[in-house]
């Protein structure tokens, strides 16, 4: 059984410009959320995807996108990036249904935005 | 607004001796609620929950006591362990199916 991957690890990117930050669920999940964790804080439920459709979307502005693709692996878009963006962002899958919400978690993607 | 809080940012015990943790929330309708472990440069890592219709539920060395009137949740972990040493995170599940997340609680277990 395979975890969460989230690629890449680290990165580091200008104010305004766009990044892409990826996720490949575990196996036999088909929800796939994304949250962002900024220092010192606990992570912030960005939104969730579910049968590559958007599915409940947490307190952040439409420059914050996602995707989810038909094997349940996700992107997370973030455009015009701003300093406040920089965090560390989570991905988590699940199996909806499944009544002990076993969400699994990945690493995360480190970003700094200068 | 934090509808899931941890007052304590950090916490410091002694090896063997009890670590407790403390978490409240605000939102009535919260009716599950979870606490994850989580090592620096790994993402978090699930290690026991509370349904609302119970008051405890123990697990090998750690217990979570949930005290619905109150609107409060602790994690107790006996004996701590130097391994215990981690960010711990208070989380419940809306009605949406999301977690929300305390800001958690850094527990350093010295030997």
Redesign the interface.
């Known amino acids: 059984e395979t975890g969460v991957t989230q690629s890449p690890t680290h990165l580091i990117k200008t104010r305004g410009q766009q990044v892409t930050l990826r996720c490949s669920s575990q196996s036999g999940h088909n929800t796939v959320s994304w949250y962002q964790q900024a220092l010192g804080q606990g992570p912030q439920f960005i939104f969730q995807y579910y049968r590559e459709e958007e599915n409940g979307r947490g307190n952040f502005p439409p420059r914050f996108s996602g995707l989810q693709f038909p094997n349940y692996s996700s992107e997370l878009n973030v455009n015009a990036l701003e300093l406040d963006d920089s965090a560390l962002y989570l991905c988590a899958s699940s199996q909806r249904g499944q009544g002990d919400y076993g969400y699994t978690f990945g690493s995360g993607t480190r970003l700094t935005v200068v | 607004d934090q509808q ?1 809080k ?1 007052n304590s ?1 950090s916490l410091s015990v002694q090896e063997g001796r009890i670590s407790i943790l403390n978490c409240d929330y605000t939102n009535s309708m919260f009716d ?1 609620f ?1 606490w ?1 472990k989580k090592y620096p ?6 290690l026991i ?1 509370i349904s609302s219709i119970k008051d405890k539920n123990e697990d090998g060395r750690f217990t979570v006591f949930l005290n619905k009137s109150a609107k409060h949740l602790s994690l107790h972990i006996v004996p701590s362990q130097p391994g215990d040493s981690a960010v711990y ?1 208070c ?1 419940a ?1 809306d009605q ?9 609680t850094e527990l350093s277990v010295k030997p």
Do not use: D, M, R
């Open positions: 899931v941890q940012p599950y979870l994850y440069a790994e993402g978090p890592t699930f929950s995170f989380a599940i949406g199916g999301k977690l929300i997340f305390g800001q958690g």
